[in-house]
């Protein structure tokens, strides 16, 4: 009762609530994909783990429009931000627009590629790109201006209703394909809108912004696209390339393998919410920024260290309670893959720092190993433990070589401190 009364006189801090938050977002997702995993089984869930994959490489895509968006977010105010806001808006929908019909005129070439049941998924899941693009821009003005309880409630709301959604109409309906999984994705969209500022979207013609502005934005967005897509690259492409080169029931196997391992970049990903805007924050304040990296660096480290050590431990235990017996045959590689995807969440965190300070070359260093780790896997595929040691090859080499630019910009920094 002690311990109950000092948590609740403690009061959190938005920051503190929003990583709660996140954490719940985060658990809420991995019960969906395992009851999906345990529900479906092998050859069904790698159905289900291209469209969530799809669902992984939409949001890295929105995410330049968050990105974008939360970082000036900060630096505009007044009716710059209104102006900037607005047009935002109507970009990230016309590009939502256009990715959308694309996914749905070519959803029957999407089928044979990825060996999947149906087209009928990829058709539903490309009605509801453009709104989560409008979902991503709301979400990167709540995160610029540090509303993180606005925030919270749009990702909470997204990961509530596709679990209820999906999981009531398999089990009240006892329909199990991936259309059902399709329709409670893009459901789930509606929901995580909320709450949503009406007015900041609005059909009438915006101000344009200034030059120096325009260009800020348009550097910015380049930048970010560019390491989004290194971060699709890295992220999704190993569970579509084994989806291609592997039978169904091999590709549901790694599915469920890579969602377990993944757990160290997911939770990796709330630290790098909360960096952008700070970083941005205190550069505009003329401080410095590396505590803030070394901070969250730190965090992430320890948090790999105890996933890792946990999956080389307990890896058949792991696998039992998870996913069931069907899967056990992963358990070796469990830790493996923890290890490749503890590099890659360590590095994104330098990787991210950078991009804030606009500094380009990480993002471009991200952008050559994560081309190598898919040549690695196209090239090398001849088991599922062959694919997770070409990722932990790339992912290793990647951390290392962001760790040595790091050193070469304090030192460059030091030596021109030391000039004036």
């Known amino acids: 009762m002690q311990l109950l009364s000092v948590i609740k006189s403690r009061k959190l801090t938005p920051e503190q609530l929003f990583m709660v938050s996140v954490l719940a977002v985060n658990g809420g997702n991995y019960l969906y994909n395992l009851i999906l995993g345990r529900v479906l089984g092998p050859t069904q869930f ?34 710059v931000f209104t102006n900037f806001i607005a047009k935002v808006y109507k970009q990230a929908f016309t ?4 990715l959308g019909l694309l996914i749905i005129a070519f959803s029957s070439q999407l089928k044979a590629l990825f060996n999947t049941s149906s087209s009928t998924m990829f058709v539903i899941f490309g009605c509801g790109v453009p709104l989560y693009f409008l979902m991503s821009v709301n979400r990167g003005a709540f995160q610029g201006k540090k509303a993180y309880k606005s925030l919270s409630i749009t990702y909470q709301g997204e990961m509530l209703s596709r679990l209820i959604i999906t999981l009531g109409l398999i089990f009240l309906f006892n329909i199990q394909s991936s259309a059902v999984i399709a329709i409670g994705i893009v459901l789930s969209f509606v929901f995580g809108m909320f709450p949503f500022k009406m007015k900041d979207l609005t059909l009438k013609k915006t101000k344009p912004l200034s030059l120096d502005y325009s260009k800020q934005i348009k550097n910015f967005f380049l930048l970010t696209a560019f390491y989004e897509l290194t971060q699709i690259i890295i992220n999704n492409s190993d569970i579509l390339l084994v989806k291609h080169y592997f039978e169904s029931y091999e590709a549901g196997l790694y599915a469920s393998l890579a969602l377990i391992g993944r757990i160290v970049y997911f939770i990796a990903w709330m630290f790098v919410m909360l960096l952008l805007p700070a970083v941005v924050e205190l550069k505009k304040e003329g401080k410095e920024t590396a505590s803030v990296l070394f901070k969250y660096v730190g965090y992430i480290a320890v948090i790999s260290i105890v996933i890792v050590l946990t999956c080389l431990s307990f890896p058949e235990l792991i696998i039992k309670i998870l996913f069931g017996e069907q899967y056990i045959a992963m358990a070796p590689l469990l830790w493996k893959y923890a290890i490749a995807t503890s590099m ?45 040691h070409m990722q932990i090859i790339a992912m290793t080499l990647l951390l290392i070589i962001q760790l040595v630019f790091f050193k070469l910009e304090i030192r460059t920094q030091k030596n021109a401190l030391s000039k004036d």
């Open 46 to 79: 790698a159905d289900a783990a291209v469209l969530i994959t799809f669902l992984l490489v939409l949001s890295f895509m929105a995410m330049t429009f968050q990105l974008v968006t939360a970082k000036f977010s900060v630096l505009f105010e007044n009716a």
């Open 95 to 98: 590009v939502g627009v256009i």
């Open 344 to 388: 890659f969440a360590i590095s994104n965190i330098f990787a991210y720092y950078y991009l804030s300070l606009d500094k380009y070359v990480p993002v471009i260093i991200s952008g050559v190993f994560g081309m190598l780790q898919m040549l690695l896997v196209i090239f090398f595929h001849e088991s599922l433990e062959q694919v997770v």
